[in-house]
């Protein structure tokens, strides 16, 4: 009988690690009676009088309001509460977390290489895809690579990817002017419908 008397006074001491609700649902504020502290700091537009109140009080504002009331700041002495419509609060964070998602798009980069005597149908060829490619939102890096003794020609690789530039001026800006890294000279263009 005493080891019943124990198992029974454990879940008080711990209400929130196995109460009736699921773990994965349970929200991540303390609402209306869920509060278990004597006293909070009431903040926000609807309270005419912000300041500390005893917990049946502030329940009782929120219930007259037909609104929630809930814990914002749990570590504060005493607890700070809003009186808010919690529902709509969730949902405009869910929200607001989708939009931020969607707002930052993953920058994808598509790379098109030369030759430094790259011939004109070929250069077309590759123009023709960067087009594409800055159309649907990608950057572009551009690069001529030279192989053993090519590196000879590097100005004619800058004169190449100058020509790239001025051909997609329409749909592109320059990020990094041509510049030789190694055996490559790099230029990058991000598209000018990008959203910033």
Same mark, same amino acid.
């Given at each position: ?87 709509? @609060? +969730?949902?405009?964070?869910? =929200? ?6 969607? /707002? ?5 980069? !598509? &790379? ?20 594409? @490619? +800055?159309?649907?939102?990608? =950057? ?6 030279? /192989? ?5 020609? !590097? &100005? ?26 190694? =055996? ?13």
């Amino acid at each position: 009988m005493n080891n019943n008397n124990t198992n029974s006074e454990r879940p008080q001491s711990q209400p929130q690690g196995r109460g009736g609700a699921p773990k994965k649902d349970e929200p991540e504020h303390r609402i209306n009676n869920k509060i278990r502290v004597p006293k909070v700091r009431l903040v926000g537009e609807n309270i005419e009088e912000p300041g500390v109140y005893n917990t049946s009080d502030a329940l009782a504002l929120a219930d007259n309001l037909d609104l929630d009331l809930v814990e914002i700041s749990p570590n504060a002495e005493p607890p700070v509460c809003r009186i808010m419509d919690y529902q709509k @609060f +969730l949902y405009q964070q869910k =929200k607001r977390a989708k939009e931020l998602k969607a /707002k930052a798009v993953k920058v994808v980069v !598509k &790379e098109i290489r030369f030759g430094p005597n790259t011939d004109d149908h070929d250069y077309e060829f590759k123009l023709r895809h960067a087009k594409e @490619f +800055l159309q649907e939102g990608s =950057k572009v890096k551009a690069y001529v690579f030279f /192989k053993g003794r090519s590196i000879l020609f !590097k &100005e004619q690789g800058e004169i190449l990817l100058l020509r790239f530039a001025n051909d997609l001026e329409d749909l592109a800006r320059v990020d990094q002017m041509p510049r030789l890294e190694g =055996k490559r000279m790099i230029l990058m263009l991000t598209p000018k419908s990008a959203k910033k």
